[in-house]
């Protein structure tokens, strides 16, 4: 079965400082990545999406993706306590489902 | 305002019964998805549609139906079948294409007792 791993933490890192959320993935022909926050009580809301090896940059968010290593990654800069939230990774498999890692937990301390 | 309602948003049953959650979008979106969240977990696969009058099995989807007769409405049949049927429901949608990303309903938080 395909599948997504991530760290279920929690992640705990001060404010101001930078967070590093990571996931592997196990189908090799996922060519779609997507990094969701999602707040305790509600619905993912999409932060990121990358498609090609590299860097992305939006904002406070980069994600990073290597599809030789089957990894892929979301730097959050200047971490702020309304980041806190638990970050889930979802990959587009070939047959055309999107499934999801378990999320990391991630609390910005004050 | 484009977007996906699911409703009720709280439901109660009691074991035994079969119950429909409603999910319905106006993006105009031709995929659908329906996924279950238990505490502390990742999001669950129950059933895919990518168009009308036809769908597909997640990886849970025993105990569970669905239907997709209009393109805008996918909802899910919660059966007796499912033995622990306790749990957040999350509808979502996306354009056709593997680069879509999901747009999300804000829930349905069912309780069987």
């Known amino acids: 079965q395909k599948e997504v791993e991530q760290n279920s933490g929690p992640l705990s890192v001060p404010e101001g400082a930078i967070a590093s959320l990571n996931c592997t993935y196990s189908d090799r022909g996922s060519q779609s990545f997507f990094w969701y926050r999602q707040y305790s009580g509600k619905s993912p809301e999409l932060i990121m999406s990358i498609y090609s090896n590299g860097d992305k940059e939006d904002g406070r968010f980069t994600a990073q993706l290597n599809k030789a290593s089957q990894y892929v990654s979301l730097l959050i800069r200047d971490s702020q306590p309304s980041d806190s939230a638990t970050y889930l990774c979802a990959v587009n498999t070939r047959d055309d489902k999107i499934i999801f890692g378990k999320g990391t937990r991630l609390h910005i301390l004050p | 305002d484009g977007g996906i309602t699911q409703s009720p948003k709280y439901l109660f049953r009691k074991e035994g019964q079969n119950v429909t959650l409603s999910c319905e979008q106006n993006?105009?979106?031709?995929?659908m998805y329906w996924y279950r969240q238990d505490p502390g977990q990742g999001l669950r696969l129950i059933y895919y549609?990518?168009?009308?009058?036809?769908?597909q099995k997640g990886d849970i989807a025993e105990g569970y139906s669905v239907s997709r007769e209009k393109k805008e409405s996918f909802p899910l049949t919660v059966t007796s079948a499912q033995k622990n049927p306790t749990a957040f429901y999350l509808c979502?949608?996306?354009?056709?294409?593997?680069?879509?990303?999901?747009?999300f309903g804000n829930g349905t938080r069912l309780t069987v007792t």
């Open positions: 549609s990518q168009i009308v009058n036809d769908f």
């Open positions: 993006l105009n979106h031709d995929a």
């Open positions: 979502a949608s996306s354009s056709s294409g593997m680069d879509s990303p999901l747009h």
